[in-house]
């Protein structure tokens, strides 16, 4: 073997192997990258230099590399043109960053450092993981836009950090990640264009869901923990500034969370909210909070949050915590909205998916929307529907308190979402409620309108034999607690929604304006129990005021019922509100049934003011029940009606500009079926005390109180097996413990019955029900003329003191309607008087246990006077059939004056008496006539200057006895009383033909002044021996009888008599 053929190849190639290497050595390197480097700064110098780092491969970094400058003398400069691409970029210890080119990477941490570029860059992650803008003590000048986009979490986090952004910053998560930006710790940023913030969803390993007890919770690893419901979550998207920051935006704001459309993975939207605590945001346009929409998953929560969670302070009776007060400033309009849900749960015993909630809460804050139409709009999203259960929906509302303020030069408008649609058979979901709450000192001002209003309850299907009850329609309510102010320049809207459309209807409720002490204090409450005294039962006015309550939630606070909705203000001492034009207050109208119960809308529509507050409305109030729900077919009752009231009490003024009207709603009916109607839930009525005072109209304008009716039967199909009307509600205007109401023409119409017919007519009716125990005829009315006054004195509870009322007159009669004044107040009235019957009824099995009376009373040292008409009817009997075991009485017409009370009727009047009801199918007769009664006992007097008429109404006579009574006609002057009959052009006392009774008794005077010509239309007054009836009539003399009083006089001639006289100055000594 040639051994030189074996080497010499390799002794020819080393001098080639030696020149490569030293060529290697002189000449320029060539970057090398994509090894994951970690290269340092090593001086100050250009990035394309390898001189400027260590570490690197003797090049400089490039894509996967990771980056670090620190020192404080190192400052790295990318020049124009050059693009750069590095995992990762950290300066740290006061080094610097210069760009001109194009960087991208997939993060940059600044801590004790400055970057400033006037290039591009893009912080974008292609390999799952987070993409971020990290800064602390640090220096951040960008001349054009950032983009922060993560296939996984994406956020922007600056703390101490003075940062200018010359463009837009738009950070955008993955499709299941977290996207947030976040200004820290006294950092000052500026950005002239817009920022956007895109976060992702939950993915299968953390979402949300909503078990069969429908509680929500979020899962995270198995384990259920409580979604957090106030503030900035680290779990969620959106923005945050606080610890003294400040963050301006020239451009919009967005900050929304994904869209979840994928039907094969469980999951959810997520959260997003603007958090500042103790910072300042500045926008210069448009903010939106939105989470995502989704098609078979939960949508998250959507929030504007500073500050503590106001409910935590109010409930638990703490303070804030101390930090600066925290500001957010929107040129544009702000919008605060949660998702929907699109798609059908088709599961067994599952509701439907959940939308999120929408809120604002402001704890020592400020949110201005103070553009030229700035309008600021909360709206919660609508829940999905399901085959199987109905899924709730979401509240939306805005919180405020402890000095906060929230300001839209145009319209707040707060909009709950709407209940899930469920499936046959099953209850679809009750719908969201909103809420305006302002606690412990904060002030609304709108300049345009305020609109609160609940979402409406989900349907089920109308198919009788499924059994499918529809959900019931959301809240909505305004509360202002312990402080604070709301000024709206145009409309103020609080409506509830409307319950859902099923088989079996659902209840509507009132809305509500609460102003008054904070409730709660210490307390378990749940879902903002104590700040709206639900406790887990959702409840809920235009200054429209339309409705929404539970009727079986108790509450904290005796003053405020769940069952009431409306505008209620209470002890809130030396408090104003003034509405500019009209208050209205309505309740919604129940859901309707087939074959299953009538919606209840049992809910009273109420305006409420106590302590010592001042209300002027300058044109109307208005104030209605709602109707309740009818049923078609089946044996289930009609839904109850709503009733009205209006109620002014310690040392309250209230002045309204044009008129009051209250009026009821009217009890759902029943169309062949075998259950009754609806009845009326309570009285409607105006009623003042506690040295209240209410002027309507300067004096001129009308206050109009209607009770509404009962549900009615028709029963085509039913007439054997028919039920009852619904049954009616008392109608008063109640004045009571040195109040008083000034007025022009005041009507008050009573409540009706429903009624029962088969086709128009009177059906054969079922076997008679047992007869209720009741007086005889003739005790039931000597009852009622014996009646004794009492010295009662008001409570604050009106409805209590009518019920002592009732209870004092006997059980066999109510009032339909009243007007009582009470304990030294007085009613000026300077148009006409007028109390009327509800409407009869026909063949109504469910019979009244009273007798209907139309009544005038006062007593206790008070004042009626009256500068027009006076009329006082009462209510006609039952049309019943021959067969009915009812034999119903006309309706009694009366007015009792007791105690040193005063009427002045300047004008005519007239009592009449109902007439009796008669027998359906022929008209016969079958009840008795209603009686008439004019009574005064202890010091009373009556100032008559027209004409009285006392008429008893149509039907049987009576059976009486002389002296016994009952009387069709009968007048009492007892115990030191007086009537005097003025000598005014057209004056005169009538009573009708059979007029029987006519008392003048122990130490009192009936005198009728006319002249000793004048022509007796009515019974010599019969008298003890004591007192003066002579005068029947006569010519008096002495003044001040001998003259017709002029409208302005006081009626002070009532001092001329003793008892009267004493008890004057024994209420001097009391008061």
């Known amino acids: 073997m040639n051994r030189s053929g074996l080497f010499s190849p390799v002794l020819i190639s080393l001098p080639a192997l030696i020149v490569l290497v030293l060529l290697a050595l002189t000449t320029t390197p060539t970057a090398v990258h994509g090894f994951g480097l970690s290269c340092t700064a090593n001086s100050t110098g250009a990035w394309d230099v390898a001189a400027t780092w260590i570490n690197c491969n003797d ?33 740290n210890s006061y080094g610097g960053l210069i760009n001109k080119g194009d960087l991208r990477a997939v993060w940059l941490d600044v801590n004790d450092g400055a970057v400033r570029s006037t290039g591009s860059l893009q912080l974008v992650d292609t390999d799952e993981s987070a993409a971020y803008l990290r800064t602390s003590y640090a220096i951040v000048e960008l001349s054009r836009d950032l983009t922060i986009a993560g296939l996984d979490e994406a956020f922007m986090q600056l703390g101490n950090t003075k940062a200018t952004f010359g463009g837009s910053i738009n950070v955008t998560a993955g499709q299941y990640a977290q996207a947030y930006a976040a200004v820290l710790s006294n950092s000052r940023v500026s950005v002239a264009g817009d920022v956007t913030v895109l976060g992702g969803c939950y993915d299968y390993n953390k979402k ?88 078979l998953a939960d949508t998250g929560d959507a929030s504007i949050s500073t500050g503590d969670n106001l409910f935590d302070l109010v409930e638990n009776g703490w303070t804030p915590s101390e930090y600066d007060t925290g500001s957010l400033i929107v040129g544009g309009s702000v919008t605060v909205k949660s998702g929907s849900v699109s798609g059908l749960r088709n599961e067994s015993n599952q509701y439907g998916y959940r939308a999120g909630e929408a809120w604002i809460n402001l704890v020592k804050g400020f949110l201005l929307a103070n553009g030229s139409q700035s309008t600021i709009t909360v709206q919660s999203g609508n829940t999905g529907p399901s085959t199987y259960y109905g899924q709730s929906g979401e509240d939306a509302y805005v919180q405020l308190g402890f000095g ?39 002030d609304v001002l709108v300049g345009g309108n305020l609109h609160i209003v609940g979402g409406n309850g989900g349907n ?110 209470e002890n809130v001492w030396e408090g104003e509100i003034i509405i500019g034009g009209d208050l209205r207050v309505t309740g919604c109208n129940a859901g309707s049934s087939v074959e299953g119960s009538g919606g209840q809308s049992a809910v009273v529509s109420i305006v409420s003011v106590s302590g010592g507050v001042t209300l002027d409305v300058y044109g109307s109030v208005v104030i209605e029940g709602g109707n309740g729900g009818s049923v078609v077919g089946g044996g289930s009752n009609g839904g109850d009606a709503g009733s009205a009231m209006f109620e002014v009490s310690e040392h309250s003024l209230v002045n309204v500009g044009g008129s009051v009207t209250v009026t009821g709603g009217a009890g759902g009916d029943v169309i062949n079926g075998t259950g009754s109607g609806g009845s009326i839930y309570e009285s409607s009525q105006l ?10 109209g300067d004096g001129k304008g009308a206050i109009t109180i209607i009770g509404g009716r009962g549900g009615n039967v028709y029963a085509e199909n039913t007439p054997n097996s028919m039920g009852y009307g619904g ?166 017409a009366l007015v009792e004056l007791s105690d040193g009370a005063v009427l ?60 016994e009574g009952p009387f069709p006609i009968g007048v009492s002057v007892y115990q030191g009383s007086e009537w005097t009959v003025y000598p005014c052009a057209g004056a005169g006392l009538e009573a009708s033909g059979n007029s029987t009774y006519f008392q003048v008794r122990e130490l009192s005077t009936f005198r009728d002044c006319r002249g000793s010509g004048a022509k007796q239309h009515y019974p010599e007054p019969l008298t ?31 001092n001329n008599n003793f008892v009267v006289a004493c008890l004057h100055a024994l209420a001097a000594l009391l008061l």
């Not at 009132?510 to 005294?533: D, N």
């Not at 509600?729 to 019955?753: K, N, P, W």
Request: glycine share 14%; net charge negative; charged share 15%.
């Open 59 to 91: 090049t400089y970094p490039g894509e996967g590399d990771q980056v670090n400058i620190a020192g404080s003398e190192v400052q790295v400069t990318i020049r124009a043109g050059l693009s750069v691409n590095v995992q990762s970029i950290s300066i």
């Open 208 to 295: 949300r869901e909503t078990n069969n007890e429908n509680d929500d919770s979020v899962v995270e690893g198995g384990e259920k923990q409580k979604k957090k419901k106030r503030g900035f979550s680290l779990d969620g998207s959106g923005l945050a500034v606080d610890y003294d920051s400040f963050l301006q935006v020239g451009g919009d704001v967005e900050l929304t969370t994904r869209d979840f459309t994928d039907n094969s993975t469980t999951g959810s939207t997520r959260e997003v909210s603007l958090y500042f605590d103790g910072g300042d945001v500045v926008i210069g346009g448009d903010l939106l909070v939105q989470s995502g929409d989704s098609l």
């Open 404 to 442: 906060s303020q929230l300001a839209a030069t145009k319209d707040l408008i707060v909009q709950a979402g709407h209940g899930g649609d469920a499936g046959l058979g099953q209850t679809a979901g009750e719908a969201g409620s909103s809420s305006l709450i302002v606690a412990y000192g904060g």
């Open 460 to 569: 089920n299907s109308m198919d009788a034999t499924e059994s499918s009850v529809a959900g019931e329609g959301g809240q909505a309510n305004v509360m202002m607690m312990s402080g604070g102010s709301i000024n709206v320049a145009a409309d103020l809207l609080v409506a509830p929604g409307s319950a859902g459309q099923a088989a079996v209807g659902a209840s509507a409720y009132t809305g509500s304006f609460y102003l008054g002490p904070a409730m709660g204090g210490g307390g378990a409450c749940k879902e903002r129990g104590c700040i709206l005294a639900r406790n887990d039962n959702k409840r809920g006015v235009s200054s429209d005021f339309v409705s929404t309550g539970d009727m079986n939630a108790p509450l904290v606070n005796d003053g405020w019922r769940p069952n009431m909705g409306g505008l209620v203000v």
């Open 687 to 696: 009623a003042v005390w506690a040295r209240a005072h209410v002027v309507v």
């Open 727 to 892: 049954s009616p509600s008392s109608v008063y205007l109640g004045l009571y413990d040195s109040s008083s109401v000034t007025a022009g023409d005041v009507r008050l119409v009573g409540s009706s019955m429903g009624n029962a017919t088969v086709n128009g007519s009177a059906p054969v009716p079922p076997p008679p029900a047992p007869v209720p125990i009741r007086a005889e005829p003739a005790q039931v009315a000597r009852e009622a003329a014996e009646s004794t006054p009492s010295g009662r004195h008001a409570t604050k509870s009106a409805a209590h003191h009518k019920t002592t009322e009732r209870e004092k007159r006997g059980k066999g009669f109510n009032s339909n309607p009243e007007l009582e004044v009470d304990t030294r107040s007085w009613a000026i009235i300077n148009g006409d008087l007028e109390l009327l019957p509800g409407s009869p009824f026909f063949h109504n099995l469910n019979s009244p246990e009273a007798i209907s009376m139309s009544i005038i009373s006062a007593d206790d040292l008070s004042t009626i006077t009256v500068n027009g008409d006076v009329t006082v009817r009462g209510a006609a009997g039952a049309h019943v059939s021959s067969s009915s075991p009812y034999t119903l009485f006309g309706g009694i």
């Open 904 to 963: 002045q009727a300047r004008g005519d009047m007239l009592l009449q008496g109902g007439d009796a009801g008669h027998d359906f199918a022929n008209a016969s007769i079958t009840g008795f006539k209603g009686a008439t009664a004019f009574e005064l006992n202890n010091g009373a007097h009556f100032h008559q200057s027209g004409l009285v008429r006392l008429i008893d109404g149509q039907g049987l006579e009576l059976p009486w006895s002389p002296g």
């Open 1024 to 1054: 003890d021996g004591s007192a003066d009836g002579s005068c029947s009539p006569c010519t008096c003399t002495a003044a001040p009888f001998n003259a017709c009083p002029e409208e302005a006089a006081a009626g002070s001639v009532h």
